[in-house]
């Protein structure tokens, strides 16, 4: 009896050194994901995916921070502060005009959500030449030369966009620029009735909500890169088909964001098939094309908005994403 006791001990003894021993190489590896504004639908599929154990299965231990208007995503991201962010085309090509070494792994939306909120008697964007539009500082930078170039607008139409749409119930000759699933949402629940344009119908280039990291992540980390990418876009697949569990999370980080906000949004990216419409009808969700990425730098250089010697090609990859076909 001793000896079969013994040899229970010394087999107990050896299992736990052996799970000890390979502990290290199966804990999940730590990962932050910065995001571009307080939590919300179009954020859907990274809760969702944290929320159903997606990240967890992939062998990631991630947390989600929210962005907001004082926070500067790429300083962190560059800093170490983040792994990932939310980013956007155009500030990834400033980024790499400057040397700063960002690379764009994954597009949440294949195209941009930005558009116009008109009032209900306007007809489309050519009809606003010569109105009073009210857009942000920012947009002097992004989707302004592009709206000059196309429809002919001109600089005095501006007025300031202060994120208040009083201005615009009350006079029914000025436009806004609007988010696709926020903006017309508010409209919608004063009762005023309005139309809402998206710049990319009309072929405005970049694409929407992306997935940056560093050259440093992609050097070093290339296998956390690729589980981090895959996880999220299985995300948004689900996220799309029962957003519940993701719905939480968005409600537990932000406490502002209600049901009926969260429907507006997930309805919109269905109507519009802003993940799997394009190119991710055939590449799956996620997918960037060169192509594309050539159409924003060909814009911005010819607005003067980015040197023509900056390497756009650096600024995106889609070795993550070509070969996922990930669908609905």
Known sequence: MNTVMTIVSRTLLVTAACLAFVAPSTAADKVTFLTSWFAQAEHGGFYQAKATGLYEKAGLDLTIKMGGPQV??????????????????????KGREQGLPLVTVASSFQFDLQGIMAHDDVADLAALKGKPILISGSARTTFWPWLKAKYGYTDDQIRAYTFNLQPFFADPTVSQQAYLSSEPFQAQQQGVKAKYFLFADGGYPPYGSTIVTTEKMLAEKPDVVARFVKASLEGWRDYLKNPEPGNALIKLDNPKMTDAQIAFAIEKLKQTKALDGGDAATGGIGIMTAARWKQTYDFLVAAD????????????TDRFVKDLKIGF
């Open 305 to 316: 908005l980015l040197d023509p010697k900056t390497e756009w090609q650096k600024a995106f």
């Open 72 to 93: 500067n995503g790429s300083q962190l991201l560059l800093a170490g502060e983040t792994d990932f962010l939310m980013g956007y085309d155009i500030q990834v090509l």
